[in-house]
């Protein structure tokens, strides 16, 4: 099982950019993905999820009308499209699979005030 994020950079305020999390070593159409972000003396705190089978997003409420996930099943990719970004959504990005609790290496956001 293997989780690779990246899409991460710098940008300003008010800006997009498209994560997106590669996965291997699964299915991951009937699996469910999550991303979370962290920032230094924080905990992780979750930002979207993607539940398998359905693909029913929901979403933390700091992020609901601004992120969207997705996933392209055949491609074997998940990703959080983030747009209007705000310099409280700096951190780093990753994704986990959540049977087996597995997580990617994670990718750096940084939006510039």
């Known amino acids: 099982v293997r989780l690779v994020e990246s899409g991460g950079g710098l940008v300003q305020s008010g800006g997009s950019l498209r994560l997106s999390c590669a996965t291997s070593g699964f299915d991951l159409a009937s699996s469910t993905i999550k991303w979370f972000r962290q920032t230094p003396g924080k905990e992780r705190e979750w930002v979207a999820t993607t539940i398998g089978i359905t693909g029913t997003p929901y979403y933390a409420d700091s992020v609901e009308d601004r992120f969207t996930i997705s996933r392209d099943n055949a491609k074997s990719l998940v990703y959080l499209q983030m747009n209007n970004l705000k310099f409280e959504d700096t951190g780093v990005y990753y994704c986990?699979?959540?049977?087996?609790?597995?997580w990617g290496q994670g990718t750096q956001v940084t939006i510039s005030s």
């Open positions: 986990r699979r959540d049977r087996g609790n597995y």
